[in-house]
T-cell receptor, first 114, second 114 residues
Framework: AQSVTQPDIHITVSEGASLELRCNYSYGATPYLFWYVQSPGQGLQLLLKYFSGDTLVQGIKGFEAEFKRSQSSFNLRKPSVHWSDAAEYFCAVGASTNAGKSTFGDGTTLTVKP | DAGITQSPRYKITETGRQVTLMCHQTWSHSYMFWYRQDLGHGLRLIYYSAAADITDKGEVPDGYVVSRSKTENFPLTLESATRSQTSVYFC?????????????FGPGTRLTVL
């Protein structure tokens, strides 16, 4: 069975500082990996996705993520955080053999200090 | 506008009452999903559907019923609401292409069961 772990429940960074949110997955084959963002009171929005090719993927809002097969990781990064990035971030893994379903991590809440 | 909508956005009901949460998407996506989001549990899949008239249980289906007579609609019914079903409910839809499945989320329904 596939699973996703986001080790950090809550992260606080200063505005302008760099950000890295961790995601580890468990899956037997090549996974399809996603990062979603959820602003307060909103649904989830896709930030970026990886399913093949270049292991460094670019997403919206200046985010990027790197797929590292050897570490079973798909960490999300941003070089300079803005106050508007404060939100909850979810990593997810999908699979072609899983009837279209994705498995989500428990999320990481990002607080941005002025 | 095209997209995925949920109604109502907020609902307060009493224990034992039947409640139906509506989900409508305009993309003709084949897959649709219902999740509940609770603190400390992330997103948990309740039910999903691969196409009209095809539904299947997710991780936490007990106490819920779904139907999908039309591709665009995927209502979720709580037949006899309980306090433990107080939660935020998200509907999502997805196209599965080449095995990967980006999901598009509705804005959510906040349900309170008294």
């Amino acid at each position: 069975a596939q699973s996703v772990t986001q080790p950090d429940i809550h992260i606080t960074v200063s505005e302008g500082a760099s950000l890295e949110l961790r995601c580890n997955y468990s899956y037997g084959a090549t996974p399809y990996l996603f990062w979603y963002v959820q602003s307060p009171g909103q649904g989830l929005q896709l930030l970026l996705k990886y399913f093949s090719g270049d292991t460094l993927v670019q997403g919206i809002k200046g985010f990027e993520a790197e797929f590292k097969r050897s570490q079973s990781s798909f960490n999300l990064r941003k070089p300079s955080v803005h106050w508007s990035d404060a939100a909850e971030y979810f990593c997810a893994v999908g699979a072609s053999t899983n009837a279209g379903k994705s498995t989500f991590g428990d999320g990481t809440t990002l607080t941005v200090k002025p | 506008d095209a997209g995925i909508t949920q109604s109502p956005r907020y609902k307060i009901t009493e224990t034992g009452r039947q409640v139906t949460l509506m989900c409508h998407q305009t993309w003709s996506h084949s897959y649709m999903f219902w999740y509940r989001q609770d603190l400390g549990h992330g997103l948990r899949l309740i039910y999903y559907s691969a196409a009209a008239d095809i539904t299947d249980k997710g991780e936490v289906p007990d106490g819920y019923v779904v139907s999908r007579s039309k591709t665009e609609n995927f209502p979720l019914t709580l037949e006899s609401a309980t306090r433990s079903q107080t939660s935020v409910y998200f509907c999502a839809s997805s196209i599965v292409q080449a095995g990967y499945n980006e999901q598009f989320f509705g804005p959510g329904t906040r349900l309170t069961v008294l």
